[in-house]
């Protein structure tokens, strides 16, 4: 990851905003980029007694007509095009859908590590609302699921606007064949397995998280961790996220999309820090800042 130029430092349990500074020859001015909250609260709280850090990993440049670049450095960091792990939108995909695709590739590089079986699919549950959770639907979804059911404590939850999602606060224990946790809560979203269940950890777990080997045993569970970055392929990561928001630009209202995303200027990015883990989440499970000026 690079650090140069860089536009948001984490010092003290604090976001700090940084200068801008010129663009080195060759690299691409940021745009926007894409708020990651499980992931920011985790740097955010470390800096609290250890040090400084800077936050983020996806950031925008680049242009809609010739398709975005959406690249692993710092919030608002210049872009080198042939840095690892830099994807590129189809041209003329809308910077929402190159930030929601982004969260999509997340799911859809876990879920190839599943079993294809459609039936599968159909007993989906996922926990969380948040934008991991979001992709995860959608590519379920795109996969074949009709019905995918989120375990969220948020009635009104923006995730419940995709089609054939249902939003619950509640769902019985042992009885669900795929379970996916992009909350990063293994040892609770496991109570929900049924006997022979599939567990995926899309979201990140604590380092300190805890997943009784003796109940994966008894219960005949399948683990399957879906860490984005596993076997890593450039090929291959590229291909997903092209194919994800080519599917997001015909299949998905546009308008849905948008209704999913919130773009804050680069002035407010502290106040946005400051909230999260908060009560009163915003609307928007999708957060852009803005380094136009």
Known sequence: MIDDGARVRLVAGKARLLPATQTPDGLIPAKFSVLSPGTEQRRLAATVSGPAKTSGYMTIGGEQARGWLVAPVPHGAPIDPQLKGTVVAPPGTSVHVAALARFQLMAALGLTRLSP????????????SGPVALGCVLE?????????????????AAIGRVPGVQCVNEVEIFA??????AV???ES???LLAHGGVLGLLGTPDENSMLSAL???RGGWTVIGMHELA???VGRYQAGYAEVAA????????????SWCRTVPADLVPQVFESLGQRGKADEPITLFSWEA
């Open 247 to 258: 599917w997001l630009n015909v299949k998905v209202d546009p308008a849905l999309v948008t």
């Open 231 to 233: 076997a890593f392929d």
């Open 140 to 156: 379920l979804r795109r996969r074949g699921a009709l019905r995918v059911r989120v375990l969220t404590s948020r009635r009104d």
């Open 184 to 186: 990063g809560a293994p």
């Open 176 to 181: 669900a064949r795929l379970v996916i946790d």
């Open 215 to 217: 109940r994966t045993h």
């Open 117 to 128: 079986d459609r039936d599968l699919m159909s007993d989906a549950v996922v926990v969380g």
């Open 189 to 191: 979203t496991s109570r």
